[in-house]
């Protein structure tokens, strides 16, 4: 063998090898890190195209294997796309999140909740949702076995309150299984908003589910909360207008 042909091997040979312990360096960075812990959790509204993909998909495996529901669409569909989306990433990796639809007291088009055998304006006409704005979240998801559930359970909520009361929400409606509802309304508790209650009795169905799961619905009057903080905000601007004028 010339001396040419045995460099020439030896080079390949550490290329090669090279190339494998960059395979074994992001395997081990996979297996140790899997949902990058220890990088900050961001709760952002979203519009970007890889992070909604995550979420469709990471929506549709959880909902699927929870209610067994093979063949529903947990994934992308009509309301997404005329709904605020909320997620929980680490740098790029979605880790939870869910979605804010809102209508308008003049808007007729259904909620997420809604079908041609349930209606929320029928159904609390003492609402008066037909001159009110009013909306609903839906499609919440963590990821499991991150190890952080809860707290991104929580930081989800708290963003989402956040960016109802900056829309000027009147009523606010969820449905969900009994225990996450009465998560959600101990949340909303503590975040101020005080009526926030489960609806006995009012079980709304999803068709392709039938009656096997049992959904409940939560519903908050953000009346008070929001004339507290409209109070506040208004007092804040008086502020600064005198101070920007005193200088």
Request: hydrophobic share 35%.
């Amino acid at each position: 063998m010339s001396e040419q042909m045995s460099q020439q091997m030896h080079e390949d040979d550490s290329e090669t090898l090279n190339f494998t312990g960059v395979l074994q360096a992001i395997e081990t960075k996979r297996e140790f890190n899997t949902y990058a812990k220890g990088e900050q959790v961001i709760y952002e509204f979203t519009e970007d195209p890889g992070l909604l993909h995550q979420y469709y998909r990471l929506r549709e495996d959880r909902y699927n294997r929870t209610l067994k529901s093979e063949g529903y669409n947990w994934g992308e569909d009509f309301h997404d796309k005329l709904s605020y989306i909320l997620i929980a990433r680490r740098n790029r990796l979605c880790l939870g999140g869910c979605r804010l639809t809102i209508r308008e007291g003049d808007e007729t088009w259904m909620l997420p909740v809604e079908n041609s055998e349930f209606n929320l304006r029928n159904t609390f006409p003492d609402l008066l949702l037909d001159s009110v704005r009013h909306a609903e979240i839906s499609r919440f998801v963590v990821m499991d076995d991150n190890g952080d559930e809860s707290n991104i359970f929580n930081g989800l909520c708290k963003a989402m309150y956040n960016k109802v009361i900056t829309s000027d929400i009147r009523y606010l409606f969820a449905v969900s299984s009994y225990s996450l509802a009465r998560n959600w309304r101990a949340v909303s508790n503590s975040f101020g908003v005080k009526n926030t209650r489960i609806i006995e009795n009012i079980h709304p169905v999803e068709k392709a589910l039938g009656d096997e799961v049992k959904w409940h619905l939560i519903l908050s009057d953000l009346a008070s909360f929001y004339n507290d903080n409209l109070l506040t905000q208004n007092l804040a601007k008086v502020f600064h207008n005198e101070n920007s004028t005193m200088y």
